[in-house]
C-alpha cells in the first residue's frame, strides 16, 4: 500500500487534540468500525484519568512510524507531562482514519534491580504463548539448580505489558526477580489487549478471553519445563488478574493454588467511582467534576439492567462491550474460590484507594471462612501497587522509582514452600572464576602512580 497522508503528521494533530481536549473533533476521524465502539467521552474520561496521574502536557515528541500490513500504520507518540509521561499509540489507514487508540506507559522505565533480587540465582528466556493472530510474548524466569522448583504465573489487569511498567516501575519484573531468587519459578506474559488491539471492544468479548487462554497455555508450559515441578504451579493475579484468577484454577484442576494481589470485589463500576473521589479528594487542584459526572454515566449504563448485548460499546466504560459488563455480573470471584478446594494466598495494601482493605477485603474474608489453607497477608504502608509509602496514595505516586515490598516476595516464596537456590558445581565453578577474575583485576591496579584506588 502506498500511504496517501503523512501518518505521523495526522498522529501528532491527535495528540495535539487530546491535548487541548477537542474530543468531538477527533471523534470525527474515527474510522466506521472504531466509531461503533468507541466515543469521544471515552476517549474524554480516559484521557483525563491518565492527565491526573502525570500532570499537564508540557511537549509532544516526534512520531515513530511502523507499517502494520497494506491496510494500516502504527504510530507510537510519546508525551511529555508535569509529572510523568505516556505514550499515544495509534492505528492509521490511507485516508488518515483511525482504527486505534491506546494510551501507554513509556517504552523506556529506567527500571533498576531492587535489593531483594540476586540475578546470577536465575536466568530469562523469552517464551510466546497462544498462536497466530492471538500469539503474545513472555519471559519465564528460572531459578538455577537441580532441584524441581515451585512455579508462578503472573497475571496483570488491563491492557499492559509482561513487567506492568508503570512510570519508572515494573512491578511483575521485581516480583519475577524477586521469587526467582528464592526458588521460584515465574512466568509473565503481555497481555492480549496490550499486544492486539482492538480485542477488547470486539463484540462478545468477555474476561475469559482476555485472561484465560494465555494463562492456562502458561502453566501447561511450565509443567513440561524441565526444572519445574508440574505439582506445584501457582497462579498469582494482581487486581484484576486477582479477580480472574479463581476463574483461571477453576477450568484447570491440576493449578496447585490462586495467590489474590490487591483483587478487587466490590463491583468495578462503583470501585471506579470511588477511585475517582479519592483522587479528587487527594488532588483538589485537579477538577474532575467533568470526569466524574462523565464516568458516571457511564457507569449507570453499564449497571442498568436494560443492558444487553446490544448496548453500543461506545456507550460504556473503558470502550468495553457490553457482553463484558454482563459476563462480569454472572460471575462471583469469591464463591468460585471457595470452591476450589486448593490454597488460597490474599495480600492487600492499606493505602490501596483501587482495591481497599475496608471494603474488599472483608468481603474476601466473609466468603472464605472456614475454607481451609486460607492465608490473609494485610500490609498497612502499601498502596495498590504493592509499593510502600506514607500518607495517602495518589496515582501520582506510582510514577516515583519504587519497587514492590520485600514482604510480598516473602509472603508469596512461603506459601509456595519455595527452598534456597543452591548452585550447582558448573554454577559454583563459573561464580568462584567471576570472584578469581575480579581479585586478578584488582590487584593488577596497585602500585600505578597514576590512578587512586581504594581497596577492601
Known sequence: MTVDIDSATVATAVVAMLRDERFDDLAELFAPRMAAVVSAETVR?????????????????NAAVEQVDDELV??????????????????????????????AAPA?????????????????REVTLGTGDTAVSGTLTLPKGRSARPAVVLVASGAVDRDVTTGPNKPFKDLAWGLASRGV???RFDKLTYTHSGFESAPGFTMVEEYLPHTLAAVELLKREPG????????????GGGKAAPRIAAADPSIAGVGILAGDTIPLPRSI?????????????????????????????????TLSKETPTADLLFNWPASYWLDLREYDQVATAAALHR?????????????????????????LAGIPDVTVRVHP????????????????????PHHVDPAVITDIADWVGAEPVRLGFRDRLGETWIRQAARVRRMSRIGRPDETTQYS
Open 45 to 61: 474520561v480516559g484521557w483525563t484519568g491518565e492527565i491526573a496521574k502525570i500532570g499537564a502536557v508540557r511537549a509532544i515528541g
Open 228 to 239: 519445574v515441578d508440574p505439582a506445584r504451579i501457582h497462579v498469582v493475579g494482581h487486581s
Open 273 to 305: 467511582l470511588r477511585a475517582l473521589a479519592h483522587i479528587a479528594a487527594v488532588q483538589p487542584g485537579e477538577d474532575l467534576t467533568e470526569v466524574l459526572e462523565s464516568t458516571r454515566r457511564q457507569v449507570e449504563r453499564a449497571e442498568s439492567p
Open 108 to 124: 523506556e522505565s529506567g527500571w533498576t534491580p531492587p535489593d531483594y533480587a540476586t540475578p546470577r540465582l536465575f536466568t530469562e
Open 343 to 367: 490454597p488460597i494466598l490474599l495480600v492487600q495494601g492499606g493505602r490501596d484507594y483501587q482495591v481497599t482493605a475496608d471494603e474488599d477485603l472483608p468481603l474476601w474474608e466473609s466468603g
Open 74 to 103: 502504527k504510530v507510537s507518540v510519546p508525551v511529555t507531562a508535569e509529572r510523568g509521561g505516556l505514550t499515544v499509540h495509534l492505528a492509521v489507514d490511507a485516508d488518515g482514519r483511525l482504527h486505534g487508540l491506546r494510551l
Open 381 to 400: 504502608a502499601l498502596d495498590h501497587m504493592l509499593f510502600p509509602g506514607t500518607g495517602p496514595s495518589t496515582p501520582a505516586d506510582y510514577l516515583e
Open 185 to 187: 519459578a515465574v512466568l
